[in-house]
Nanobody, 119 residues
């Protein structure tokens, strides 16, 4: 069982920045692909960014060039730096851990942290 704890959400104005942090309890963190997803009211959960154990990254189209995902394997932590925020970034942001162990894949989610961007 992997527990993921997000922090750093809050209320900011459009154009400002915010940084999210996710700490994992997993023992295989460095092998896992970590991701950030978000869900706005009335919408489906969508990809924000992922980062593999080797630090390869992938971003959703709506955040490319504004958000940066990074990780610190010795701290079991993944970060999301969000710049130039706009009201459409308002959502609950979830941390995700995806990995493979004994030929079986696993997937864990955090509880989420609210990000609200006001105009």
């Amino acid at each position: 069982q992997v527990q993921l704890e997000e922090s750093g959400g809050g209320v900011v104005q459009a154009g400002e920045s915010l940084s999210l942090t996710c700490v994992s309890s997993g023992s295989r963190f460095r092998f896992e692909t970590m991701g950030w997803y978000r869900q706005a009211p009335g919408k489906e959960r969508e990809l924000v960014a992922t980062i593999t154990g080797g630090a390869s990254t992938n971003y959703g189209d709506s955040v490319k060039g504004r958000f940066t995902v990074s990780r610190h394997n010795t701290k079991n932590t993944v970060y999301l730096q969000m710049n130039s925020l706009n009201t459409e970034d308002t959502a609950v942001y979830y941390c995700n851990a995806n990995g493979l162990y004994a030929k079986r894949s696993y997937n864990y989610w955090g509880q989420g942290t609210q990000v609200t961007v006001s105009s």
